[in-house]
């Protein structure tokens, strides 16, 4: 069941190969733009190379949210999976992992070969990949919470940035903090250990959240 | 089996319908009649559970529905007007994977069996999106040989289908209705079903 959600998300996926690589173009060109802006200045840009990487993976992440539900919605399948005998939770927690395979991980890949542009150390390069590997499946969890309550209005994809931006900002700051923390020579495993913590409690209520917005949404 | 209590229906500040009160034993048909926006969809789809009647209640086996939640949904086999297919899917995959969220996995042979018997064999490979309207409806259709559950909820399944179809899924619902399902659905179209008891409800 929960195998079957993954299966037919990545398969959706492979034949729309243009919506995910328009995602991970997106965050490649956004992340390029600064250091050709900003100019050659090593020390700046190591100063705000991981806020800038962080920012374009909410960016990329967000833009893909659309696209979650919204397409299901109209073509009838979310109306059958909201009659499915399973448990949503369980469906929408499947929805959410297909859309970290397909957006997240892409970017968590790209993430150290774009780190060089800005002249990132190898252990920050490391650092910066590991907290987006811990960090985006909970953008995609947050998100797909947006997504569930936006699904049907008009000019949904503006209210869905504004809903969930601001709920991203934790992970935000751990994300990049914990990058910073590593340039500057101090411990990083507190903020590794924080947005794991986030991760688990979006494991926990987020697919939960998600189902109970998809059932007031097709109402 | 089925028992809608005194229900009501009120969208933004219009009431659709009120005092509804019907109840379907097992091997009967429920046909909903209706003009155009008298709230026949509404009716329908809160009786699969997707939708909370304004007032009113209703039962399965004499539960309310709305504590059953999973078990009812295990019960049910909704076709709406929507037909629940991905275009970029096969027909085979969209099959199989619609079935397998309903909770009834089969294997590709019972899949093209199906498809064949809808009179799809031959196009079973083909990307959902390339198949005309009546095409469509039969992939969703199809769905009914495989998911075997004792309620079916069919809104307008005859749209968009030939001669041929109509009485394909006429045969269905006849089968249906003799091992002792239920069914309530909506159409313009005339349907002759001789086997069992037919129950009309007029929406105002």
């Known amino acids: 069941m929960f195998g079957w959600i993954i299966k037919r998300d990545l398969l959706l996926a492979m034949r729309r190969q243009s919506d995910v690589l328009t995602t991970l173009f997106f965050f490649i060109i956004v992340v390029s733009l600064f250091p050709l802006s900003v100019g050659p200045e090593m020390n700046m840009l190591r100063t705000m190379a991981p806020g800038v990487v962080w920012v374009a993976a909410l960016l990329a992440s967000m833009l893909s949210l659309g696209r979650m539900f919204s397409n299901d919605y109209l073509d009838g399948t979310l109306e059958q999976m909201l009659l499915s005998p399973q448990s949503l939770s369980l469906l929408v927690l499947g929805k959410a992992l297909a859309h970290w395979l397909v957006t997240g991980v892409p970017l968590v890949l790209m993430a150290p070969i774009l780190g060089i542009q800005y002249d990132l150390p190898a252990e920050a390069l490391y650092v910066l990949t590991t907290t987006l590997l811990l960090g985006t499946p909970v953008l995609s969890l947050i998100g797909s919470i947006g997504a569930a309550l936006t699904l049907g209005l008009r000019g949904g994809g503006v209210l869905v940035s504004l809903l969930v931006l601001p709920l991203y900002i934790p992970v935000l700051i751990f994300g990049a903090g914990a990058v910073e923390a590593n340039m500057a020579g101090v411990g990083f495993n507190a903020h590794l250990s924080l947005i794991g913590a986030f991760l688990l409690v979006s494991l926990v209520f987020a697919p939960w959240a998600t189902a109970s917005s998809l059932r007031v949404s097709l109402e | ?204």
């Open chain 2, 1 to 204: 089996m089925l028992q809608g209590i005194n229900l009501a229906c009120i969208r933004g500040d219009r009431e659709l319908f009120k005092n509804i009160n019907f109840s379907l034993e097992a091997g009967g048909l429920m046909q909903v009649h209706g003009p155009n926006g008298s709230g026949k969809t509404s009716l329908l789809r809160m009786l699969c559970g997707l939708s909370n009647p304004a007032a009113g209640e209703i039962h399965w086996c004499g539960t309310a529905i709305r504590s059953l939640d999973g078990d009812y949904f295990a019960a049910v086999t909704y076709i709406g007007h929507l037909s629940g297919t991905k275009d970029d899917l096969t027909v085979i995959e969209n099959l199989c994977i619609s079935s397998a969220l309903a909770g009834f996995e089969i294997s590709v042979d019972q899949a093209s069996e199906a498809l064949k018997y809808m009179g799809l064999s031959e196009r079973e490979s083909l990307p959902v999106k390339v198949l005309s309207q009546g095409q469509r409806r039969r992939v969703a259709l199809a769905r009914l040989l495989i998911c075997k559950t004792p309620l079916w909820i069919l809104d307008e399944p005859l749209v968009a289908l030939d001669v041929m179809a109509v009485k394909l899924i006429q045969g269905l619902l006849e089968q249906h209705l003799q091992q002792g399902g239920l069914v309530v659905m909506t159409t313009h179209q005339e349907i002759e079903i001789t086997t069992a008891p037919v129950m009309q409800l007029q929406l105002a």
